[in-house]
């Protein structure tokens, strides 16, 4: 078993959930989805959609399988190859062996294209697409388009392997495979020496790095303009709850770590159990310490930075952008 797949879903992953979708001029794609599914190139790609509509009268198999063409063709035509399109449709009711959260269209296509399921994902917003791939034997990703705001809750439940608010997120999750970048509290002394000898400055940043969007993608970028070594401190899943209550964080300290070491800007990252890296900020006495608008330049970190001869940077959040309007479901925009 040698290839790698990833199995999406349709309606709310990567195109719009219009409610029993089958007119081509309700085929619009998620704006992340040609660019995220551009860089699984390295896997297969298949979609896997529950479509009871045919059965229930809604429209027929060739509406079905005219709107699944266009949205391959359209795709094909942006650079993403779709290896194939399994549908279901039937009703709940039906019972039968095709319907998520059933595997069996993994289970012909692990056959038919020799794909190593430990190594493969599964990529939806509902709860039945998290309990495909546990039924399937791969990863899960669930995402926050289309349906997954409303059933995170019940979703979360299932244990998803990583909660991401897009396909492009989604696709940063999979991919990432440089371990190295997370560092333990033992190593920190060492690298913060390594880098003084080096004459290079240092910048440190810190937070949750929850439900990962742009807005953390611009201070990240805004941080590492700030020197040669970006350190960035991810609060620990038992310091989030103290700051942020008991149903948070959405996704665990390691998940949170491997994302944002993901970002070629971070050149280190690890993981803190205070409610602020005052400790970690003492040990490495960075030369600028970034931190966001809402918090100003007099932020709990700000004393012990200042006291070892360090600044504090502030950079502007952009408008809207935070993983509470992505969680009830604000954010999202239509195109």
């Known amino acids: 078993m040698n290839n790698k797949a990833v199995f999406l879903d349709r309606d ?37 959609t529950n479509q009871s509509g045919v059965k229930r009268g809604y429209f027929s198999i060739e509406d079905l399988y005219n709107f699944n063409q266009k949205l391959v063709s359209n795709l094909e035509k942006k650079g993403v190859r779709i290896k194939k399109t399994y549908y279901c449709p039937h009703v ?17 296509a692990t056959k038919k294209y020799n794909i190593n399921l430990k190594g493969s994902f599964v990529i939806g917003d509902k709860p039945s697409d998290i309990m495909l791939a546990k039924n399937a034997g791969t990863k ?55 880098t003084r000898k080096n004459k290079k400055t240092i910048v440190t940043l810190n937070g949750t790095f929850d439900i990962l969007h742009k807005g953390h993608d611009y201070i990240i970028s805004e941080a590492k303009k700030q020197g040669d070594v970006l350190i960035v ?29 993901a970002y070629k800007e971070v050149d280190y990252v690890i993981v803190f159990e205070e409610i602020a890296p005052i400790n970690l900020l003492g040990i490495i006495k960075p030369d600028v310490h970034v931190n966001g608008s809402e918090y100003g330049k007099n932020c709990i970190e700000a004393s012990i930075v200042r006291k070892n001869g360090g600044k504090i940077h502030i950079v502007k959040l952009l408008p809207r952008y935070s993983s509470t309007n992505f969680l009830e479901g604000k954010f999202y925009k239509k195109g």
Do not use: H, W
């Not at 990567?14 to 390295?42: N, P, Q």
């Not at 709940?92 to 095709?98: A, L």
């Not at 495979?177 to 997370?182: A, L, R, T, Y």
């Open 92 to 108: 709940p009711e039906d019972r039968c062996d095709c319907r998520k959260p059933s595997s069996k269209f993994i289970e012909i």
């Open 12 to 48: 709310g992953t990567i195109i719009e959930d219009k409610g029993y979708t089958y007119k081509l001029s309700d085929l619009i794609l998620f704006s992340e989805a040609v660019a995220g599914l551009k860089k699984l190139k390295e896997f297969l790609i298949f979609i896997i």
């Open 140 to 194: 899960s990703i669930y995402v926050l388009t289309g349906q997954g705001v409303k059933y995170l809750k019940e979703s979360r439940k299932k244990n998803p392997d990583y909660v991401a608010t897009d396909i492009m997120r989604a696709a940063n999750y999979i991919l990432f495979k440089n371990e190295k970048k997370i560092m333990k509290k033992i190593n920190l002394k060492k690298i913060v020496s390594t």
């Open 233 to 261: 401190a991810v609060n620990s899943d038992k310091s989030v709850k103290k700051n942020k209550g008991p149903e948070r964080p959405i996704n665990n300290e390691n998940s949170r770590a491997r994302m944002i070491a």
